[in-house]
């Protein structure tokens, strides 16, 4: 079974630059979240996706940040334009809802690591 | 809001021995799973174990288990038998189901294994 894919895996940007980063979640998956993870720090939740529709957004920058899940299947992060506090690895996740058990367990990518200089 | 506390930055431990790494959350909500993460310094992100707040037995999976005490809203890992290779950042999680999911993660323990 293929894994969460992501792209690129390393970018560096100039600072009021745009970026995006691409993600192709585990077929079958209905649940996508994009995470932020600051060195040193844990994930932080941006943006959830459920099949196409957003679950949770509440901590995405959404004057510079955007995201859309076309499909329900890929997803795209953009950042427009980005600032030097934006360097940090961005991480995709994908699951699967089993319903009755409850346990979904998050499935991660790569991650794409962003450099802001 | 939902918060997952991990009050360790650091720990060491020496090789064969067992270590507990400590994690609290807060959440109103009664149905939510509780997750460990390890992420070695490559960056993945690897599933350890899962705990469900309906479960009554505290979760094992190989030398890892989970010391759920749903009182005291904490869910510890317990690595027996630690190895080298155990050398790695520790993220506790907690997913809301009554959130479509909501999946938010602690600050982590960074684990050292002494040879």
């Known amino acids: 079974e293929a894994g969460v894919a992501q792209s690129p895996r390393y970018k560096i940007i100039e600072k009021r630059q745009s970026v995006a980063f691409w993600c192709n979640p585990i077929?079958?998956?209905?649940?996508l979240y994009w995470y932020q993870q600051i060195l040193g720090q844990g994930p932080k939740l941006l943006i959830q996706?459920?099949?196409?529709?957003?679950?949770?957004d509440s901590q995405l920058p959404k004057d510079r940040f955007s995201a859309e899940r076309l499909k329900g299947v890929d997803s795209t992060l953009k950042i427009q334009p980005a600032k030097l506090e934006d360097s940090a690895v961005y991480l995709c996740?994908?699951?699967?809802?089993?319903?009755?058990?409850?346990?979904?367990?998050?499935?991660f990518g790569q991650g794409t690591r962003l450099t802001v200089v | 809001a939902q918060k997952i506390t991990q009050t360790q930055p650091g720990m060491f431990v020496q090789e064969k021995e067992a270590v507990t790494l400590d994690c609290t959350y807060d959440?109103?909500?009664?149905?939510?799973?509780l997750f460990w993460y390890k992420q070695p310094s490559s960056g993945e992100m690897i599933f350890l174990i899962y705990q469900g707040s309906y479960d009554e037995q505290n979760a094992t999976e190989g030398r890892y288990s989970l010391n759920f005490q749903k009182a005291r809203k904490s869910a510890n890992l317990v690595i027996s038998a630690s190895q080298l290779g155990d050398s790695a950042m520790y993220f506790c999680a907690i997913l809301i189901y009554n959130q479509g999911g909501k999946l938010i993660f602690g600050q982590g323990t960074e684990l050292s294994v002494k040879p």
């Open positions: 996740a994908s699951s699967l809802e089993i319903r009755g058990t409850g346990q979904t367990e998050a499935f």
């Open positions: 996706f459920q099949n196409n529709g957003v679950v949770d």
């Open positions: 959440t109103s909500d009664q149905s939510y799973g």
């Open positions: 077929s079958g998956h209905a649940t």
